[in-house]
């Protein structure tokens, strides 16, 4: 069993959404990163606090159900509400707030944007 630790994830400058707490665990390991371009620092700064599995969405894929949280880089349209439809808990790097044919989904719960490293905080 791995030991995890919750962070905190609020929203960043213009963002939208959240707070998040984000806690992997033994069924959900997976700080799941869907930005392109290999391991966005925001993916890694959250599975370096909470000890979770950084994991590269755009070379493999992954059940939703074993998803911690998605990283994002969606400026509005698709991918922003895909993962918060499969109830997913999702951290977007661009400050966005709801929109696309997804938006019903995306719920203060489910979602925060804007984030930047400071906005990432561990909980004790």
């Known amino acids: 069993m791995a030991d ?3 962070v905190l994830i ?3 400058p213009g963002g ?3 707070p998040l707490t984000i806690l992997p665990t033994d069924e959900k390991p997976l700080i799941y990163c ?3 371009g290999g391991i966005h620092p925001i993916a890694a700064r959250i599975a370096e606090l909470t000890g ?3 994991f590269d969405g755009f070379k493999s894929s992954a059940p939703f159900d074993k ?3 998605a990283v994002i880089d969606c400026g509005g349209t698709a991918r922003i509400g895909v993962y918060p439809m499969k109830k997913v808990k999702t951290v977007d790097i ?3 707030s709801p929109a696309g044919p997804l938006a019903m989904f995306i719920t203060e719960e489910l979602m ?3 984030v930047k490293a400071d906005n990432i905080k561990p909980i004790d």
Do not use: D, F, M, N
């Open 4 to 6: 995890y630790k919750a």
């Open 10 to 12: 609020e929203k960043g």
């Open 16 to 18: 939208w959404g959240g």
């Open 34 to 36: 869907v930005t392109g």
């Open 52 to 54: 979770g599995q950084v």
């Open 67 to 69: 998803i911690a949280v």
């Open 94 to 96: 661009h400050a966005t």
């Open 112 to 114: 925060v944007s804007g």
